[in-house]
């Protein structure tokens, strides 16, 4: 049951976007209230599985306490469409909804592989000038190598790197980036990129014992390297795929940054 504190459960409707690939979204907008912003989600599954149904309660449960209609994609999945299929879809749905937005705080953001995807349709917004306050970052994996000690602590934690290579092998092949058909690099992760400048400021979160702990961390660093504010949450406790927990504390925070990225003072969130 949704506390008085969050609203009434968002309304949720199915929209099939136009295009050469049609790209199917689910709108979930809070309800007896005017969103604070639009958040387009990527969901996760190795880039293979998952849809926006399957999340669909991790998704209301976001617009429900951030206040932000949250507006997630059924992105073409891997094997059968490879990078960059996925970052296109999501490049869609970024493109309707700031159409949508008429003034209003736009986001882009992703759990796990959505997460990887949601970052590097940032880049290739920061590259077509579309304004974004945020990327939102669920636990996303960054390394095809999966090479940093966080992936090797325990053989038993998930994703194990063994299987997370070849997810990344499934949806990346054997190229690193793609050219878009109005000539917008699209990176496959945003290790690729040459820089991070001018991209959204970024929201991240993870857990302290997820294998992908020390690729967020990475991240963060190279983004302020490259000036842009980052800030990472570290909820104790939370696990790979937390959002799909229904007392995920992982997704509080998230809403939490959320609201405060339309306060009065959002640099306290994003220093």
Do not use: N
């Not at 959505?114 to 970052?119: F, H, K, M």
């Not at 990327?135 to 090797?152: E, G, I, N, R, W």
């Not at 917008?184 to 702990?213: E, F, I, K, N, Q």
């Amino acid at each position: 049951m949704m506390s008085t504190v969050e609203g009434r459960a968002p309304s949720c409707h199915r929209l099939v976007l136009p295009g050469t690939s049609p790209v199917p979204i689910q709108v979930h907008a809070p309800e007896g209230r005017t969103p604070a912003g639009l958040l387009v989600w990527a969901h996760g599954g190795s880039w293979q599985r998952g849809s926006a149904a399957e999340w669909r309660h991790a998704t209301t449960a976001l617009a429900a306490r951030s206040g932000w209609t949250v507006i997630s994609v059924d992105y073409r999945l891997a094997p059968r469409h490879r990078h960059p299929r996925a970052v296109q879809d999501v490049l869609t749905a970024l493109a309707w909804a700031h159409g949508e937005a008429a003034g209003s705080p736009l986001a882009v953001g992703g759990d796990s592989a959505g997460g990887t995807l949601a970052a590097c349709a940032a880049l290739a917004a920061r590259d077509r000038g579309l304004p974004l306050v945020a990327q939102v970052l669920a636990y996303p994996p960054f390394d095809p190598a999966c090479a940093s000690p966080s992936y090797h602590r325990s053989p038993f934690a998930f994703p194990q790197a063994v299987l997370l290579r070849q997810a990344w092998r499934a949806w990346r092949g054997d190229g690193g980036s793609a050219v878009d058909h109005d000539g917008t690099r699209l990176y496959s992760t945003p290790w690729d990129a040459p820089s991070l400048a001018g991209v959204a400021p970024a929201v991240l979160a993870v857990g302290r014992d997820d294998p992908v702990h020390d690729d967020v961390e990475t991240y963060a660093r190279r983004l302020r390297e490259d000036g842009v504010p980052a800030r990472i949450h570290r909820p104790p406790g939370a696990v790979h795929g937390d959002v799909l927990r229904p007392d995920s504390l992982l997704l509080h925070r998230l809403a939490r940054a959320l609201r405060a990225l339309v306060a009065p003072d959002h640099r306290k969130d994003l220093p």
